[in-house]
């Protein structure tokens, strides 16, 4: 919340006599016609810019809106003068143009946070997208032949070396893949689920309403805590497609608990004549605990245990662009890329093109924790991160004291909101509260809200009654603390 000038007093303190001096309103004959405002010199210039539509349009409503105040005896005079006109209107064009995607820091702890835009692009990622962008490509075009080409072989290659796979097609993202994996090979047919694995995404986005999205129907087996192979076995019947494993990335079911585990169950499947699919989610390439992480299991790992379709996710622990990963065995997925459905999910080219570069990242793995900035957070040192903090301890302290207290502060953050969100990182950053105790809600909203609207919006987490902006994501520090002069708490 902005601080009032020393200069300005309020309540009994004002002057009596200051009722005694209204301030002056205009007239709605006092706004000038359209195009006397568009030939104003600073709307002249932004004609020039931007083009006469876009500036009258902004210019038309904008005198709408003063008319109407002019009208109400609300408009000061002021407001009409030729200068003020042409910085008013300035100013909505700016915030017209002004795109609503925008570029913010990541301070809350999260790294791969679903509602900032999961995992962040490799430079070299960013690079191919812009080289692909900038001139007609071989999308769905055979160099070698000079035909028609299958945009999918861009990164099939790829998928298949990098997991064991057979085959491989992908998807514009993870909900995606497992609906046309379900529709392609068990529509109007029944698909063997344990209750423990009938997740919900985000978005209310739940395994039963895909399953019938896809036109399949669910049989579940088991119970939300326990399931044995002979509950799979009891269920099939000459109406089973698809037996379902489904990796619950995004909850934890601890204490009185069984699961059949990939390897028995597509033993079940096999000796029935029937697939096995598996939903891993957060799709990790290799292995995580490598790096100190969580261990996750792997498509590769999925494969070798006779899974006969792996799915899993793009944007999420693999460090790429929104995607949707269909892996496994020539004959399933040359049905599952066969299917109608297929057209409509495909992604185009520019996730395409930062998927293969992201992929080929992983043919360097000693590389890898540099060059792919989702695993360079998650593995980024603590030292480091504490380092940053108080970089931005001192350039924040300043500009909040008296009002705050700041301190730099041990964190516990997350890898995802929605991949792995019960595992901790050990983190740091810097924890904010109110001096002014009673009030420190209506403060702390304040300051996050100052922070949102700082040129690069700034992202934290209120918890405990303070404001934390975990450092964990932020790499350069000048990008937040060159800003300090814009924050108005």
Same mark, same amino acid.
């Given at each position: 919340?902005?601080?009032?000038?020393?200069?300005?007093?309020?309540?009994?303190?004002?002057?009596?006599?200051?009722?005694?001096?209204?301030?002056?309103?205009?007239?709605?004959?006092?706004?000038?016609?359209?195009?006397?405002?568009?030939?104003?010199?600073?709307?002249?210039?932004?004609?020039?810019?931007?083009?006469?539509?876009?500036?009258?349009?902004?210019?038309?409503?904008?005198?709408?809106?003063?008319?109407?105040?002019?009208?109400?005896?609300?408009?000061?005079?002021?407001?009409?003068?030729?200068?003020?006109?042409?910085?008013?209107?300035?100013?909505?064009?700016?915030?017209?143009?002004?795109?609503?995607?925008?570029?913010?820091?990541?301070?809350?702890?999260?790294?791969?946070?679903?509602?900032?835009?999961?995992?962040?692009?490799?430079?070299?990622?960013?690079?191919?997208?812009?080289?692909?962008?900038?001139?007609?490509?071989?999308? &769905?075009?055979?160099?070698?032949?000079?035909?028609?080409?299958?945009?999918?072989?861009?990164?099939?290659?790829?998928?298949?070396?990098?997991?064991?796979?057979?085959?491989?097609?992908?998807?514009?993202?993870?909900?995606?893949?497992?609906?046309?994996?379900?529709?392609?090979?068990?529509?109007?047919?029944?698909?063997?689920?344990?209750?423990?694995?009938?997740? &919900?995404?985000?978005?209310?986005?739940?395994?039963?309403?895909?399953?019938?999205?896809?036109?399949?129907?669910?049989?579940?087996?088991?119970? *939300?805590?326990?399931?044995?192979?002979?509950?799979?076995?009891?269920?099939?019947?000459?109406?089973?497609?698809?037996?379902?494993?489904?990796?619950?990335?995004?909850?934890?079911?601890?204490?009185?608990?069984?699961?059949?585990?990939?390897? *028995?169950?597509?033993?079940?499947? =096999?000796?029935?004549?029937?697939?096995?699919?598996?939903?891993?989610?957060?799709?990790?390439?290799?292995?995580?605990?490598?790096?100190?992480?969580?261990?996750?299991?792997?498509?590769?790992?999925?494969?070798?245990?006779?899974?006969?379709?792996?799915?899993?996710?793009?944007?999420?622990?693999?460090?790429?662009?929104?995607?949707?990963?269909?892996?496994?065995?020539?004959?399933?997925?040359?049905?599952?890329?066969?299917?109608?459905?297929?057209?409509?999910?495909?992604?185009?080219?520019?996730?395409?093109?930062?998927?293969?570069?992201?992929?080929?990242?992983?043919?360097?793995? &000693?590389?890898?924790?540099?060059?792919?900035?989702?695993?360079?957070?998650?593995? =980024?040192?603590?030292?480091?991160?504490?380092?940053?903090?108080?970089?931005?301890?001192?350039?924040?302290?300043?500009?909040?004291?008296?009002?705050?207290?700041?301190?730099?502060?041990?964190?516990?953050?997350?890898?995802?909101?929605?991949?792995?969100?019960?595992?901790?990182?050990?983190?740091?950053?810097?924890?904010?509260?109110?001096?002014?105790?009673?009030?420190?809600?209506?403060?702390?909203?304040?300051?996050?809200?100052?922070?949102?609207?700082?040129?690069?919006?700034?992202?934290?987490?209120?918890?405990?009654?303070?404001?934390?902006?975990?450092?964990?994501?932020?790499?350069?520090?000048?990008?937040?603390?060159?800003?300090?002069?814009?924050?108005?708490?």
């Amino acid at each position: 919340m902005a601080r009032p000038p020393e200069s300005v007093v309020h309540g009994s303190q004002a002057p009596q006599t200051a009722a005694h001096h209204p301030v002056a309103t205009a007239l709605p004959q006092q706004l000038p016609a359209l195009d006397k405002l568009l030939r104003l010199p600073g709307v002249a210039a932004a004609v020039a810019a931007h083009g006469h539509t876009l500036v009258a349009d902004t210019g038309r409503a904008l005198l709408a809106d003063w008319r109407v105040q002019a009208l109400a005896g609300a408009l000061p005079l002021d407001a009409v003068a030729p200068a003020a006109l042409a910085d008013a209107l300035q100013q909505r064009l700016a915030a017209r143009l002004a795109p609503r995607m925008q570029q913010v820091l990541n301070l809350t702890g999260t790294v791969i946070h679903t509602n900032l835009g999961r995992a962040l692009l490799a430079d070299a990622a960013l690079a191919h997208v812009q080289a692909m962008m900038a001139g007609p490509n071989n999308l &769905e075009y055979d160099l070698a032949t000079g035909s028609r080409g299958d945009r999918d072989s861009i990164v099939e290659g790829l998928l298949c070396e990098l997991t064991g796979a057979e085959a491989a097609t992908v998807v514009n993202n993870n909900a995606a893949a497992v609906l046309l994996t379900l529709a392609a090979l068990a529509r109007g047919k029944e698909v063997i689920v344990s209750r423990g694995e009938l997740v &919900e995404i985000g978005g209310a986005f739940r395994m039963p309403d895909v399953m019938e999205s896809a036109g399949a129907r669910l049989v579940e087996v088991g119970t *939300t805590n326990r399931t044995h192979p002979a509950d799979y076995e009891r269920a099939i019947t000459d109406q089973t497609a698809l037996l379902m494993k489904v990796h619950t990335s995004n909850y934890q079911v601890q204490g009185f608990t069984s699961a059949v585990d990939e390897a *028995t169950l597509a033993g079940i499947a =096999r000796a029935r004549g029937l697939p096995l699919a598996t939903d891993l989610g957060s799709g990790a390439l290799v292995d995580m605990a490598a790096y100190g992480l969580p261990r996750e299991p792997t498509p590769q790992e999925m494969l070798r245990a006779g899974c006969g379709v792996v799915t899993f996710s793009g944007d999420k622990l693999l460090g790429g662009p929104q995607a949707g990963l269909i892996v496994g065995s020539q004959e399933l997925i040359s049905r599952i890329r066969k299917f109608p459905m297929k057209r409509a999910l495909r992604m185009s080219k520019l996730p395409l093109a930062a998927l293969e570069a992201t992929l080929m990242l992983y043919q360097q793995p &000693e590389h890898l924790a540099q060059a792919l900035p989702t695993l360079r957070l998650l593995t =980024r040192p603590v030292a480091d991160i504490q380092a940053t903090a108080q970089a931005v301890l001192a350039a924040l302290a300043p500009v909040l004291a008296p009002r705050y207290s700041v301190e730099v502060v041990a964190l516990q953050g997350q890898i995802g909101s929605g991949s792995l969100p019960v595992e901790r990182l050990p983190s740091a950053g810097v924890a904010i509260a109110p001096v002014d105790a009673p009030r420190s809600g209506r403060a702390l909203d304040a300051l996050a809200t100052a922070l949102r609207q700082l040129p690069l919006p700034v992202i934290g987490r209120i918890a405990d009654g303070r404001l934390i902006l975990d450092c964990r994501c932020l790499e350069d520090a000048s990008s937040f603390t060159q800003q300090m002069p814009f924050l108005r708490p």
